[in-house]
């Protein structure tokens, strides 16, 4: 299990600590912050190329890939349902999407190929967004 623990400082600007690291959250300035840190949708754009990253790096360890290098590229943008190409009948406003790029470097057999684009987009962080999150949430106003 995961705890994280984000305490708000000054104006917009989070700390944020695991109980072993601490980093900053914050909103840009033209959004009222001061720009100190990245914007939440950043941190979580963050997490997920680094869990895609880290997952095709064990994979490939664990199978004997040879690596060069993994680079990964993560955007987030709503987008107005009329403009969107892929989104279900039903759906209504807008979409949040994510885009991404990922870069994997090495000299790979076509299997092995194959295999690291499935392997790309099956990082638990990436599985947990696509599969969507249930909230158990309790509220102290004081």
Not at 49 to 65: D, F, H, N, Q, V
Not at 92 to 102: A, K, L, R
Request: aromatic share 8%; glycine share 10%.
């Amino acid at each position: 299990m995961a705890t994280i623990t984000a305490d708000l400082s000054d104006g917009f600007q989070v700390e944020v600590n695991n109980g072993r690291h601490t980093w900053r959250a914050d909103e840009p300035l033209s959004l009222g912050g001061t720009d100190t840190g990245p914007n939440p949708y950043e941190l979580m754009l963050g997490g997920l190329a680094a869990c895609t990253a880290i997952t095709l790096s064990m994979y490939a360890a664990r199978k004997g890939i040879n690596l060069t290098s993994i680079s990964a590229q993560f955007s987030y943008d709503k987008v107005h349902v009329d403009d969107c190409g892929f989104c279900e009948e039903d759906a209504e406003g807008f979409v949040d999407t994510v885009s991404s790029q990922i870069f994997i470097e090495g000299d790979f057999t076509d299997e092995e190929r194959a295999r690291l684009e499935q392997v790309a987009q099956r990082c638990p962080v990436h599985k947990t967004l696509e599969r969507g999150i249930t909230f158990s949430e309790q509220i102290f106003v004081g």
